[in-house]
């Protein structure tokens, strides 16, 4: 059974490899002309809500197996129903 996070809490989608801006970036990006500046600033930006549902599922596909077991040895079915469903497949 998935738990539905509650609303307030928000996912970090974006990796750690993920290019961030520099002092030096920001400054390059200062110096570009007025119409550079308009092109990039007229670009739309769109934003995306995700289910309680699709957070809860992204969590658990997320989740590391120590996690799993963790939370197996703690009572959660779904995470035993899981690791049971691992140690069949190794088994197979």
Known sequence: MIT????????????ASAP???PATNSASQSQTPAQSQA???????????SN???AALKEILE????TAKEAANGDHQAQRLLA????????
């Not at 670009?43 to 995306?48: G, I, L, R, W, Y």
């Open 4 to 15: 539905a996070l509650p609303s307030s809490s928000q996912i970090e989608t974006t990796s």
């Open 20 to 22: 961030q801006p520099t």
């Open 40 to 50: 990039s600033s007229a670009a739309p930006v769109d934003t995306v809500q995700i």
């Open 53 to 55: 549902n699709a957070q």
């Open 64 to 67: 590391t197996s120590a996690q």
């Open 85 to 92: 469903k691992e140690t069949a497949a190794r088994k197979a």
